[in-house]
């Protein structure tokens, strides 16, 4: 049986017609231990027996797995409401079609008891993460050893410089639950690629953190309907600029209160988001698009000049605008480019 103290940890799964890869998940959970909660949202699945599979968990360990039906709202809107159920320590997302590696997740485990005996717990744990392309048979793993001191305590005054395409995702965090409540993120439902805001959003007010080299996060690419397949990309590329845009309103920098390193790394966020959603819109080519190509970084002029300039001036971000034939030309060379860095499909 769980102990009745607070659960170390609430691993939040965002469930969607995922009955066919929600065990494999599920699994890869429970070799962290009986202090630990496991929220299963089932957002409104109608293709198959997610419903289902997530009560036959909760039933078969109670007081652990807690099972959430709710219409569907989108991976934003399931995340959210893991976030207002959770009960643990800290908190971290894993997707219904990921799953957590066998011998770093009792490591993991280990450091989270030790902050749980610390009277200011660590805001942020950092891991690495796998890029797993199944089909395949190739793994990429993004690891932050040039970056972050290992095994203990630090802030961001210590951070080393980060390389393109060395960008903390959702797959890499572990936050403190209590610092996602204080800075009230709330995600966008029906969307994707809300995991931007997730990271982004809370980095502003973190100021410790731990980095663990461990192979946690394995991350799944293969599939045809996945949200970073090329196609899907393109066809859902206002949901990226709707993500964008609330990037750009929800941190506010240059910021003079915040380390040096972080502001940096914010902006190198932010630029690698307005590349994206450029080139995307540059690979469509049509005048629509264009057109909205200039929107995006309008939006940005008029919210946050200063911001504009620092975007900008950052190295991916140079040719995205250049404009005409030539431009289009440069940023379909460009994807090719940032799909090898950010390695999005």
């Known amino acids: 049986m769980p102990d009745t103290a607070q659960p170390i940890i609430t691993f939040t799964v965002p469930c969607y017609n995922s009955a066919d890869y929600l065990d494999a998940c599920v699994e890869s959970l429970i070799p962290a231990g009986n202090d630990i909660e496991i929220i299963l949202v089932n957002d409104g699945s109608t293709k198959d027996n997610t419903s289902e599979k997530i009560h036959a968990w909760e039933n078969r360990l109670p007081g652990i797995v807690k099972a959430i039906d709710q219409p569907n709202k989108g991976h934003g809107g399931a995340v959210n ?27 993991l485990m280990s450091a989270l008891r030790n902050e749980m005996k610390r009277e200011r717990c660590t805001d942020m744990v950092v891991c690495n993460y796998i890029y797993d392309k199944v089909h395949e048979g190739t793994r990429t793993v993004i690891d932050y050893k040039s ?7 630090f802030g961001w005054d210590e951070a080393g410089h980060f390389k393109q395409g060395q960008f903390i995702l959702m797959h890499a965090v572990v936050y403190r639950t209590q610092l996602l409540r204080d800075c009230g993120i709330t995600l966008p439902e029906h969307t994707f690629y809300v995991d931007n805001i997730f990271v982004y959003v809370p980095m502003a007010t973190v100021k410790t953190i731990r980095y663990l080299d461990l192979d946690l996060y394995h991350y799944f690419i293969g599939r045809e309907d996945q949200s970073v397949n090329e196609s ?10 709707r993500i ?16 040096v390193h972080l502001q940096s790394y914010l902006v190198k966020y932010l630029a690698m988001m307005m590349t994206i959603c450029s080139i995307f819109l540059r690979m ?3 005048a629509e698009s ?19 300039s620092l975007v900008r001036r950052e190295l991916v971000c140079i040719g995205v605008n250049i404009p005409g034939k030539v431009g289009r030309r440069i940023g379909i060379t460009g994807y090719h480019i940032a799909q090898r860095i950010f390695k999005f499909n």
Not at 290 to 308: A, G
């Open 290 to 308: 264009e057109k909205k190509r200039k929107e995006i970084w309008n939006y940005l002029l008029i919210r946050n000049r200063s911001l504009y």
């Open 81 to 107: 409401t893991g976030l207002a159920a959770a009960t643990g320590r800290y908190f971290k997302v894993v997707d219904s079609d990921d799953w957590l590696d066998a011998d770093a997740l009792p490591k």
């Open 232 to 241: 899907v990309m393109m066809g859902r590329i206002d949901q990226q600029l």
């Open 244 to 259: 964008t845009r609330v990037m750009i309103d929800s941190v506010k920098l240059p910021d003079p209160s915040l380390d």
């Open 284 to 286: 469509k080519g049509d």
């Open 147 to 153: 970056v972050f001191p290992q095994e203990r305590e």
